[in-house]
């Protein structure tokens, strides 16, 4: 069955025409990140009936994913995650309504492994051999062991600082890893000089089209999973911004199908440390692009990106949505994990700590109110991190 993937186009956009998906992309000749566009005209006639009994991973919503002919994708079945209604926690808080929406529970333990099972499957389609990313460390083992179940090498570059289990798994997959002095940018520019030179496949964060295909699905099952009526508020940690920017993206398709009000979106909000805030300085200057963030430092290593390519495209989704940025300490957002953890049985990472002390903020300023449908992200597990929880 084929599906309704039509071209790639410039995020911005700059005015370049459509660029060919048969061939191997990455960013616009302007720079900015390519999007996977869809005709959607013709996908009106897909419905979101046809969804029931279907697999219960993302690519159940197939028809809108980036495959080409008849193409199987490369899955772990990643996606269709719990959305936990969080009683207990929301009744502490004084929510009627709040959810969890656990993507611990994802191949490797985060929800990187729907950016990486949507972009390996490109790679391998487009003949890619070897396969590199710079890495805070989850979407590092996502790569690794997608590239091991697609038979394809794996070159992982992570900051040296990084937690030993985040090291570990990419071993565990086979994947050679290299330990970089600094941070996910600076492993970015390594990678990029060791890799251009040998015709690897760059998969860094909004470099290249598919991971943001792969992370949209969490919009799509939001949607589906709250009986297709969005919630007021969206809370989602924020590092290179693809799980925001792919969600907005989500939404805009589904209402252009039909499947969703029109109007009605829920409010976004960017979440990042304090320690490393980029987007949220630039949300609270009116800024439409963030300057680096100098000395980055947190113990949410998938918050640890000073400096993100698509950082307009979170920015554009959280005004355009009304939404909010708030930044959580790391005190704060590890007293966040263990109140999922003692609240809901939810293996929380630190980042999903932050989702909900985020919550907190925008309850205690009025914000959020008692009756208002609120979604948060849990967008990796703790076992990764248990060190954080050491001596507390
Ligand atoms: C990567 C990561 C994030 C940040 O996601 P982006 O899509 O890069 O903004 C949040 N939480 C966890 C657990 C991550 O691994």
Known sequence: MS??????????????????????????????????????????????????GRTASMWR??????????ETPVTLGEGWTPLVPATRLGAALGLSRL?????????????????????????????????SIPTAGNAGNAMAAYAAHAGLE???????????????????YGADVTLVDGLITDAGRIAA???????????????????????KTMGYEVAEQLDWELPDWIIYPTGGGTGMVG???????????????PVKRPRMVTVQATGCAPIIRAFDNGDERATPWEHAQTVADGLRVPRAIGD????????????????????????????????????????????????RTLITSGRVGPEDRVVIFNTGGALKYLDVLEGL
């Open 3 to 52: 599906t309704y993937f039509s071209h790639l186009e410039c995020s911005v956009p700059c005015g370049a025409g459509p660029a060919n998906p048969r061939t191997v992309q990455h960013l616009c000749a302007c720079g900015a990140p390519l999007l996977a566009r869809y005709d959607l005209d013709a996908a009106r006639g897909w419905t979101r009936e046809s969804l029931a």
């Open 61 to 70: 919503y197939r028809e809108l994913m980036p495959l080409l002919d008849d």
């Open 99 to 131: 959810y969890l929406k656990d993507e611990s529970l994802n191949p490797t333990n985060s929800f990187k492994a729907r950016g990486l099972s949507a972009a390996v499957t490109r790679a391998h389609y487009l003949g890619a051999r070897v396969l």
């Open 154 to 172: 794996a070159r992982v570059f992570m900051p040296r600082d990084v937690k030993t289990p985040f090291v570990r798994e990419c071993e565990l």
């Open 193 to 215: 000089e060791t890799g251009a030179p040998l015709g690897w496949y760059d998969l860094s964060t909004l470099k290249e089209p598919y991971r943001i295909e792969g992370k």
């Open 247 to 261: 969600m907005w993206k989500a939404f805009e398709e589904m209402s252009a199908l039909g499947w969703i009000d």
């Open 312 to 359: 307009f495209l979170v920015l554009r989704a959280v005004r355009e949505s009304d939404g909010a940025a708030v930044a959580v300490s790391d005190e704060d957002m590890v007293q966040g994990m263990l109140d999922i953890g003692k609240f809901e049985g939810v293996s929380a990472a630190p980042e999903g700590g932050a989702a909900l002390h985020a919550l």
